[in-house]
Each structure stands twice: as structure tokens, then as C-alpha cells.
């Protein structure tokens, strides 16, 4: 798996794209086609977004830490 530095220097975009390639690679193989397609119209409305807003940099230590959420509840 990929640690930070796989990373590193890229926009948060690019580390989408980053993320789905690999995990959509044939040896690595955890996400479907469509979930690849899925992150890379993200990255692409993310591109959007921050390029039609004023403050688009990332912080100058990189990608910002992951906030994990709680699963959602399954079932009743």
C-alpha cells in the first residue's frame, strides 16, 4: 500500500487520480471500473471547484490528514 510519500508534491486531485490508479491496477486490484471512474470525476469537480475559488493551495505540509468517519450503521 502506498504510504504518504507516494503522494507527496501532488494537488489533492492528482492524489485521487494517484489513489485510483493504483488500487485499480491490475496487480493491486481493490476498486471496480466504476469506482475508478467514480474518484476521477471527484478529482475533476475538486479541480472545478478550486479553481473558481480564490484560495486553492493545499497546506504547506501536503495533503491534509484523513478524518476517518464512522461506518454507517448496516440494516434496520
Do not use: C, K, N, W
Amino acid at each position: 500500500m502506498p504510504r504518504a510519500d507516494y503522494y507527496e508534491g501532488l494537488t489533492l486531485a492528482d492524489a485521487l487520480r494517484a489513489f485510483a490508479d493504483h488500487h485499480s491496477a491490475p496487480r493491486t486490484r481493490h476498486i471496480t471500473a466504476d469506482e475508478t471512474a467514480l474518484i476521477y470525476r471527484a478529482a475533476g469537480r475538486l479541480e472545478q471547484v478550486l479553481s473558481d475559488s480564490s484560495s486553492h493551495e493545499l497546506p504547506d505540509d501536503g495533503i491534509a490528514p484523513v478524518v476517518y468517519m464512522p461506518q454507517r450503521a448496516v440494516g434496520g
